[in-house]
C-alpha cells in the first residue's frame, strides 16, 4: 500500500521516531522503484509537490499541528527530512537515466562489462564422422539408410545368415549372450549383436526386392579391451539385390566407394576369403592411403599398412542363396535374383584415416583428443 502520512496525535520521542522511520522506509523503497524519467517526475511530485506533496503534508500535520512546547524538536525533524528528500530526489533521477540508457536486461544488477562464458561448439566424434561421411557416399548411389536392434536372437544373428547351429564359423566372433536363455529354444536365445549382418535380414522381411541398402550401427564382441579391440565397435552393413547383380557390380560399387573415401588415387583388390552368407566370399583390400602404396613414408617403412602397400578394409561377397532361403516367402527367390553385400568397421577406418594409435582413445572422451577433430569453420 501507498504510504500516506498520518496524523501525530502524541509527540512523544518514540512515536515521533517510529513516524520518522516509517516515512524514510517508504521514501526510500519508492526511491529504489524509480527506473525511467517519468517514474522520476510522478516521485519528485509525489513527495516535493507544494500542494499535497508528503513533505509539504508533514510539514501540515506534523509542524503546524504540534503543540508549541514540541515544536522545536518536530520542526528539526522536518528540515532533516526535507534535506534528506531534496538530495535524494535528484539522485534518482541520475539513476534513472543512466538505467534507462542500459539494454532491457532481466536484472539491472547484471554487470554486462563482465566477459562471458564461452560455450564451444560441439563436433563430430570421429567415428559418426566417418560414419556420416560413408552413409552419404552411398546415398548418392541411391541407397537408403535401414537399422535395427543391438540385442538380437540367434535367428537372426547366425543361423539365417547360414551359421547352422554348432557350425565352427560360430567360432569366428566371439559373442556375449544374455544370460538366462537357455530355457529358449536355440534359435529365440538373446545376444548382443556381433554384427550388423542380421539387419539384412530384417530388412528382407520388410522391403521386397529390389534392394539397396547401407546399416550403419554398434556391435558387440567378447573381445579385451585393447589399442586394437573394443567390445563395442561400429560397422557399416552394405546390401543389395536385384535381378542379375554380378560381382563386377560388386568390385565397381566398392571401388567408387573406396575412392570417395580414401582419395582418387587408391586402388582396390579382392582376395578370396570366407563367410557363412556369401558365396564367393571376399576380403577387399585398398592401397595404402598414406604411403600410396609404396609401403615407406619417406626413407622410414610406413607402419599404417606395416609396409606391404595395402590396408584390409572389408568382407564382402555373392549373398549366399540359402541366405534368400530364410526369405524367399518376400519375393526373395534365389533362382531369381542375386545379390551382394559387404560389411567394414569404422573404428578402424577412422584410426586409419586420422593416424592415431590406440582405439581407446575414441571411447575415453578426453576433449583434448576430440576437440583435434573440429572442422575448420
Ligand atoms: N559381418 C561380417 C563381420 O562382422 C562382415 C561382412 C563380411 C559383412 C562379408 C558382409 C559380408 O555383409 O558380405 O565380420
Redesign the pocket.
Known amino acids: 500500500m501507498a504510504y500516506t502520512v498520518p496524523k501525530l496525535t502524541d509527540y512523544s520521542k518514540e512515536s515521533l521516531d517510529k513516524a520518522v522511520r516509517e516515512l524514510v522506509r517508504a521514501f526510500e523503497r519508492e526511491a529504489e522503484a524509480v527506473s525511467s524519467e517519468a517514474d522520476w517526475k510522478n516521485f519528485r511530485d509525489r513527495w516535493m509537490a507544494r500542494k499535497n506533496g508528503v513533505l509539504t503534508l508533514v510539514n501540515d500535520l506534523w509542524l503546524k499541528a504540534a503543540p508549541k512546547a514540541d515544536k522545536r524538536d518536530v520542526g528539526q525533524w522536518v528540515n532533516e527530512l526535507k534535506t534528506l528528500v531534496e538530495e535524494k530526489v535528484d539522485r534518482a533521477l541520475e539513476r534513472a537515466k543512466t538505467q534507462a540508457s542500459w539494454p532491457k536486461l532481466s536484472s539491472d544488477r547484471l554487470d554486462i562489462t563482465l566477459p562471458g562464458i564461452r560455450r564451444p561448439l560441439g563436433v563430430e566424434h570421429p567415428v559418426i564422422k566417418t560414419w556420416n561421411e560413408m552413409v552419404d557416399i552411398f546415398c548418392n548411389l541411391g541407397y537408403s539408410v535401414e537399422e535395427g536392434p543391438e540385442i538380437e536372437t540367434d535367428y537372426y544373428n547366425f543361423e539365417a545368415l547360414n551359421f547352422p547351429p554348432n557350425h565352427p564359423a560360430r567360432d569366428m ?1 566371439d559373442t556375449l549372450f544374455v544370460a538366462g536363455q537357455d530355457a529358449k529354444p536355440l534359435r529365440e536365445r538373446l545376444l548382443l549383436r ?2 550388423t ?1 542380421p539387419v539384412q535380414i530384417h530388412t528382407m522381411e520388410k522391403l521386397k526386392p529390389p534392394l539397396r541398402i547401407v546399416i550403419p550401427g554398434k556391435v558387440y564382441r567378447r573381445d579385451a579391451f585393447d589399442a586394437s579391440h573394443s567390445p563395442m565397435f561400429h ?1 557399416i ?1 552394405g546390401l543389395a539385390v536385384d535381378t542379375n547383380i554380378t560381382f563386377g557390380d560388386l568390385k565397381g560399387t566398392l571401388d567408387h566407394a573406396m575412392k570417395m573415401m580414401f582419395g582418387s588415387s587408391v586402388k582396390t583388390h579382392f582376395r578370396p576369403s570366407f ?1 557363412p ?2 558365396e564367393p ?1 571376399a576380403e577387399m583390400l585398398v592401397s595404402c592411403f598414406i604411403c600410396g602404396g609404396s609401403g615407406k613414408r619417406c626413407s622410414d617403412p610406413c607402419r599404417t599398412c606395416k609396409t606391404t602397400g595395402w590396408i584390409e578394409i572389408l ?3 555373392m549373398v549366399d542363396p540359402n541366405v534368400f532361403e530364410f526369405v524367399k516367402h518376400n519375393g526373395y527367390d534365389p533362382a531369381k535374383v542375386s545379390g551382394f ?3 567394414m568397421g569404422l573404428d578402424r577406418v577412422a584410426m586409419l584415416l586420422y593416424e592415431f594409435p590406440d582405439l581407446r582413445l575414441l571411447l575415453d572422451g578426453d576433449e583434448r583428443f576430440l576437440s583435434q577433430f573440429a572442422r575448420e569453420a
Open positions: 566372433q556381433t554384427h549382418s560397422q552393413e563367410f552368407f556369401t566370399s568382407g564382402c561377397g553385400a559387404f560389411g
